[in-house]
C-alpha cells in the first residue's frame, strides 16, 4: 500500500525530527542537495534525475499524474524518490532546497492552433506554480535556487546574427513564448537565486530533435535540411544536465545562461557529421516538405535557425564534455 504524504510526514517526524522539513523516513541526514523537479519524466528530466541519485541526492518528482510518473521512475526500481502530485507540490517544494523547472509540451511535433496554445499554456502555467508555491513559503522554507528552463527561440531566427546572452528577443511565436515563459520565473522572490537556462536543440538518443531526424537520414540517405545555410545551435544532452548541475550547486551561476555547445555548427555540416555516424551518403537533400510532414510548423526551429554562443556558461569555466558536434554525435550513436 502505497503511504500518503501526510503519513510520511507524522513517520518522519516521530523518528527522526531532524529530517524535517522533507517528509520523508526514506531520506537519511547527509549533504546531499534535495531537489524537486518539474518535467522530470521528460527526455531531459529523466537524465538530470539519474544525475542527481547517482551523487546520492534526493528528488522529488513534480507531476500531474502518479500513475504516469510511476510508469518511467518505478516505485520498486526507484524507491528514493517522491512522487507528487499537483496537491502535493507545496509540502516537496517547502521541503526541498532547490527546484528545477522543466515542464512543458515539446516543440519537436506537428503544431496545430491547439498544440501551440498548449506549448505556451503548459510552459508558463507550471512556471506560474511554482514560483507562487516558493513565494507564498515562509522564508525559512523556501529553496535556495530555482533553475528554469527556457529556449534559445527566445532570440529568434537569423542566418547572420550571432546571439548571446545580452541579445534582444526576436518577434515571432516562440519569441514570444519564452518571453512570457521567463517573465513568469522572474516573478520569484528576490531571495531566491534564479538560473534561466536557454536551451538549444538538445542531441540525445532517446528524444528530442535527433531521435525524429535520424530515420529521415536513413530514409533519404543522410542529406541536409532545406538549405543546410542555417545554424544549428546544439548541446549535447549529458552536457546540459551537467549544467543544470551546476546551476543548482554553483552561487555564482546567476540569470541568463544559454544552454548550448561553444561550437554552433551550419545545418549542412551537422548533417554531413550524421550521415557519416549513420553510415549514409550526405549528398541528397532531405526536403523541406518531408521535415514539414513530421514537424509541422515546428520545422521551423529546425530550417531557419539561429547562431547562439554560450559566453556565460564560458566565462563561469564550465567544462563541456562534448564541445564539438561530430564528437556529441559519435557518443550518441555509441549509446546502447
Known amino acids: 500500500m502505497e503511504l500518503s504524504w501526510a503519513t510520511l510526514s507524522r513517520a518522519t517526524s516521530a523518528i527522526a525530527p531532524s529530517l524535517l522539513p522533507f517528509p520523508h523516513p526514506l531520506f537519511p541526514p547527509d549533504n546531499g542537495m534535495r531537489v524537486s523537479i518539474t518535467g522530470a519524466t521528460g527526455f531531459i528530466g529523466r537524465r538530470l534525475v539519474q544525475k542527481l ?63 501551440k496554445k498548449e506549448i505556451k499554456h503548459s510552459r508558463i502555467n507550471t512556471t506560474s506554480k511554482v514560483v507562487d508555491l ?124 544559454n544552454g548550448t555547445a561553444p561550437h554552433p555548427v551550419k545545418l549542412s555540416e551537422m548533417c554531413e557529421q550524421l550521415g557519416q555516424v549513420v553510415g549514409r551518403p550526405s549528398w541528397l537533400p532531405v526536403p523541406e516538405f518531408a521535415l514539414k510532414a513530421v514537424l509541422g510548423e515546428g520545422a521551423s526551429v529546425v530550417l531557419e535557425g539561429q547562431r547562439v554562443l554560450p559566453l556565460k556558461a564560458q566565462k563561469l569555466g564550465f567544462s563541456y564534455k562534448y564541445p564539438y558536434v561530430k564528437d556529441a554525435l559519435r557518443a550518441i550513436m555509441r549509446e546502447s
Open 53 to 115: 541519485l547517482s551523487d546520492n541526492h534526493k528528488v522529488c518528482v513534480l507531476t500531474r499524474s502518479r500513475a504516469k510518473a510511476q510508469l518511467v521512475f518505478p516505485v520498486n526500481n526507484f524507491p528514493e524518490i517522491v512522487i507528487a502530485e499537483e496537491a502535493e507540490w507545496k509540502q516537496c517544494i517547502h521541503s526541498s532546497n532547490a527546484v528545477v523547472n522543466l515542464a512543458g509540451l515539446p516543440i519537436s511535433t506537428r503544431w496545430s492552433p491547439e498544440i
Open 134 to 257: 516558493i513565494n507564498n513559503g515562509s522564508t525559512d522554507l523556501r529553496p535556495s535556487v530555482l533553475v528554469s528552463a527556457t529556449a534559445i527561440g527566445y532570440y529568434g531566427t537569423s542566418e547572420t546574427t550571432v546571439f548571446d546572452e545580452k541579445s534582444p528577443s526576436g518577434n515571432d511565436y516562440l519569441s514570444e513564448v519564452c518571453r512570457d515563459w521567463e517573465a513568469k520565473a522572474l516573478e520569484v522572490d528576490n531571495g531566491v537565486r534564479l538560473v534561466l537556462i536557454r536551451i538549444g536543440v538538445v542531441l540525445g538518443k532517446d528524444g528530442g530533435a535527433l531521435a525524429k531526424m535520424i530515420p529521415l537520414f536513413m530514409m533519404f540517405a543522410g542529406g541536409p535540411l532545406g538549405s543546410g545555410r542555417q545554424w544549428f545551435s546544439w548541446i549535447h544532452l549529458d552536457d546540459l544536465v551537467n549544467l543544470i548541475y551546476e546551476a543548482l550547486r554553483n552561487p555564482s551561476y546567476k540569470g541568463v545562461i
